[in-house]
């Protein structure tokens, strides 16, 4: 919402990745940073033999464990780490996916991020009641064909919204 005052959150749009008793967990989706994937494949020693993959952005994936590459990708595939997130879309913190991409092996689509962002049990809920969310129904062109620049608008066009008409004041009907 307009009124989110958190700086790791403010116009973010965050895809929940995993939602349920004990908490979720989500992806920013549209905050890039200056890095790419060349430059974390030289960090961790990897070799980006395929150039376009390499120049792939890197995106700020939320405030927790931002020392940690978290990787959403389609088709799920075959990695030593996983959570399937849905019928064909899964986060992935393993090594070997990066290894794959390195190689140009990797995912077909796929967004690579530093961090997390991570909720207790009820927080997310509390917020949302609190009117500090939007929520929508993930769509897979959001999350993986835009620019980092068109995602907001883009998911605020999936409510029928216009992000630049909302109001800071929330209420309940």
């Known amino acids: 919402m307009p009124a989110m005052a958190d700086p790791y959150f403010a116009k973010s749009v965050t895809y929940v990745c995993e939602h349920n008793d004990q908490g979720a967990m989500g992806i920013v ?6 890095m790419n994937l060349s430059d974390l494949f030289e960090q961790i ?55 794959a ?17 991570g909720w207790a049990a009820g927080q997310l809920e509390q917020e949302i009641a609190q009117n500090a969310w939007l929520t929508v129904q ?9 620019p980092s620049e068109q995602k907001l608008n883009a998911a605020m066009n999936l409510l ?9 004041d929330a209420g309940h009907a």
């Open 101 to 117: 991409s390195a190689k140009g092996s990797g995912p077909e689509k796929m967004l690579v991020t530093l961090g997390y962002a």
């Open 29 to 34: 989706i549209n905050r890039p940073i200056d």
């Open 138 to 146: 993930a769509e897979n062109s959001v999350i993986f064909d835009l």
């Open 45 to 99: 020693n990897l070799e980006a033999q395929n150039q376009e993959v390499g120049q792939t952005t890197v995106f700020f994936g939320g405030p927790v464990h931002i020392d940690r590459g978290f990787v959403l990708h389609q088709p799920i595939g075959h990695w030593q780490s996983s959570l399937v997130v849905n019928g064909d879309t899964a986060l992935t913190t393993s090594k070997d996916i990066l290894e």
């Open 160 to 168: 029928g919204l216009d992000f630049a008409r909302l109001s800071d």
